[in-house]
């Protein structure tokens, strides 16, 4: 695929193939869109916004991407791995520059006027090239030979963890590992590492508990509360964790602890959300606890939008969600299946389990099996960066099937 003439990239755009376009996945990822959109307006109505619109802006845009990124033979990405491993580093560094924009606290996004880009998402992107394209070019036979990808897989993880870690957004942080250590198992290593990972995450497992004890103690001692904190224990901590992460777990594992006009607020009320809905639910804009401000506008019509469609269409309206996103990620592993090569197969798997993560925690979370983490749900959470990530994706695994033949 050699380029000679600058319009000569207009040759990586594809037409046709040998295969029809796979449709299960869009007209599912249609569904949630158009889930989102109903939602999000449902949310934000008793606040006169026009969220819904802007969502309508970034969906329609994101179709647009959907369908180039569709065009392109997926081969090209293991080609030019590296490339756009950079270009999605790149924006991660322009945080620590005049153009980073700082919200509660956080450093996430970057202001180019009429938009905000949150360059974490396209982190979430490149890192799924470059792993897949490291794996695939590489022969895991001896352990020598495994040492040697491991070492440059963590350094491409690792190094858009840190980062992210650093705005601080633990949520977008906790994604990518998941994905990584799926597309090692995909890869058949060996199994010994796999067990060692499992003990070195239970080993992180007990720290992260010690470092909450001592945390809780702290306050205990100091006659602290939580909401007064103000990362007093910071200093102290075992961990690099802010105080207001540690209140989040502190939330999930001891809420008697912790006041609940304060910091679990979000929870309980999404749980009254959810429990509310009952069967059927309540009829759309016909939810209380977003409409009178209980669960907080704020994060209402994106990180916790699954709580309002809970609410207001009961258990019937949430299982029909899960349903869909069910249908996306038992397509995205029937095209992994279908590719006839290992990078195809790893863009998918990679896709499918991103995916995975996020419905898995932004749902449990808004149930309180999970600590609360601010991880929004694909397609139906408000948002551009994320929606146009979510459709790119997406888009990568739609290539995977169109040009699965083509050797």
């Not at 910071?234 to 992460?245: A, K, S, T, V």
């Not at 749902?363 to 146009?388: R, W």
């Amino acid at each position: 695929m050699k380029l000679r003439d600058p319009l000569d990239f207009l040759d990586i755009f594809k037409t046709s193939t040998r295969e029809r376009y796979d449709w299960i996945s869009p007209l599912a990822i249609l569904g949630l869109g158009t889930v989102g959109l109903f939602f999000i307006y449902s949310a934000q109505l008793a606040t006169g916004r026009g969220q819904w619109i802007q969502q309508i802006v970034w969906l329609g845009a994101g179709a647009v991407l959907y369908c180039a990124v569709a065009l392109i033979d997926y081969k090209f990405w293991l080609k030019y791995a590296h490339w756009a491993y950079v270009a999605c580093l790149v924006p991660l560094f322009l945080l620590w520059t005049p153009l980073g924009v700082t919200r509660l606290g956080a450093t996430r996004w970057i202001d180019f006027g009429p938009f905000s880009l949150q360059p974490s998402e396209l982190a979430k992107l490149g890192t799924l090239i470059m792993s897949a394209s490291l794996l695939a070019r590489s022969e895991i036979g001896t352990v020598r030979d495994s040492l040697a990808v491991l070492g440059k897989l963590a350094l491409a993880a690792g190094l858009p963890i840190l980062f992210i870690l650093l705005q601080p957004d633990l949520g977008s942080a906790l994604v990518i590992p998941p994905m990584a250590f799926a597309l090692l198992y995909v890869s058949n290593l060996s199994q010994r590492f796999f067990l060692a990972a499992l003990g070195a995450f239970a080993l992180l497992m007990g720290v992260v508990a010690l470092d909450t004890y001592r945390y809780l103690h702290f306050l205990e001692v100091n006659n602290l509360s939580p909401s007064t904190d103000k990362g007093a224990y910071e200093p102290h901590g075992l961990l690099p964790l802010h105080d207001y992460q540690r209140n989040r777990l502190l939330a999930f594992i001891a809420p008697e602890r912790i006041d609940p006009m304060g910091i679990s607020w979000n929870l309980r009320q999404s749980l009254i959300s959810v429990g509310s809905g009952g069967f059927g639910g309540k009829g759309w804009t016909e939810g209380t606890q977003a409409k009178l401000g209980y669960l907080p506008r704020a994060v209402a019509h994106n990180d916790f939008i699954f709580s309002v469609i809970a609410e207001e269409k009961g258990f019937l309206g949430s299982i029909s969600v899960l349903g869909l996103f069910g249908v996306v990620l038992w397509n995205g592993i029937r095209i992994a299946g279908l590719a006839r090569d290992r990078f195809g197969t790893l863009l998918a798997i990679g896709v499918t389990v991103l995916f995975a993560v996020h419905v898995f925690v932004n749902i449990a979370m808004t149930i309180g099996l999970v600590p609360i983490t601010g991880i929004p749900l694909p397609f139906i959470s408000y948002g551009g960066s994320f929606a146009l990530n979510c459709c790119v994706l997406q888009g990568l695994v739609q290539s995977v099937y169109r040009f699965r033949k083509e050797f």
